[in-house]
C-alpha cells in the first residue's frame, strides 16, 4: 500500500514517468527495428525513414509514459504495483495505438480484425515489454528523484 503522504508532486511524477517512457520506448523499439516496423512510425509524420520512425516512437513513449505518472502515479510509486501496472497500461496502449489511433492517422478505420494476426500479437508482446519496462522503472526512478 502507497502512502498517499509519501506520493511525489504531480510535476515530479509526469517528468518521472516521461523518462520511465522513454526505457519502455528503447526496450520496446529493439523488437520493432528487427521487424522493420520503424518506417510506418515515421510515416505519422510524412517520412519513411527508420531513424525519423525511432525519434517519433521515442517522442511518443516519452508521451505516454507521462500520462502513465499523471494517471496512476500514485498507485504505481511501488515496484509491487508498478510491475502489472505498467502490463496493463501496455495493453491499453496497443489497443489504442495499433489498433485504433495509427490506423485513423493513417485514413484506416479501426483494426480490431486484425488484433490476433501475428503482426498484432507481437506489437502485444512490445506493448507489453513497453508497459513492464516502464511500470518498472518509474517506481527507481522515482526513488532517486526525492
Known amino acids: 500500500m502507497v502512502n498517499p503522504s509519501a506520493v511525489p508532486g504531480l510535476t515530479?511524477?509526469?517528468?518521472?514517468?516521461?523518462v520511465a517512457g522513454v526505457a519502455g520506448g528503447i526496450v520496446m523499439g529493439?523488437?520493432?527495428?528487427?521487424m522493420g516496423m520503424l518506417p510506418m512510425i515515421g510515416g505519422l509524420v510524412g517520412s519513411d525513414s527508420a531513424v525519423t520512425g525511432g525519434?517519433?516512437?521515442?517522442?511518443?513513449?516519452?508521451?505516454i509514459g507521462a500520462i502513465y505518472g499523471l494517471a496512476i502515479g500514485g498507485p504505481a510509486a511501488t515496484y509491487a504495483n508498478g510491475w502489472w501496472m505498467g502490463l496493463a497500461y501496455g495493453v491499453i496502449w496497443w489497443v489504442?495505438?495499433?489498433?485504433l489511433i495509427m490506423p485513423g492517422m493513417m485514413g484506416m478505420g479501426p483494426q480490431f480484425g486484425m488484433a490476433l494476426s501475428g503482426p498484432m500479437l507481437l506489437s502485444l508482446v512490445a506493448?507489453?515489454?513497453?508497459?513492464?519496462?516502464?511500470?518498472?522503472?518509474?517506481?527507481?526512478?522515482?526513488?532517486?528523484?526525492?
Open 12 to 18: 515530479r511524477r509526469v517528468g518521472v514517468a516521461a
Open 96 to 99: 489504442l495505438g495499433p489498433l
Open 55 to 63: 525519434i517519433v516512437h521515442m517522442v511518443i513513449s516519452a508521451i
Open 127 to 146: 506493448h507489453m515489454m513497453y508497459g513492464v519496462v516502464t511500470g518498472l522503472a518509474y517506481p527507481f526512478l522515482l526513488a532517486r528523484a526525492r
Open 30 to 34: 529493439m523488437p520493432m527495428a528487427m
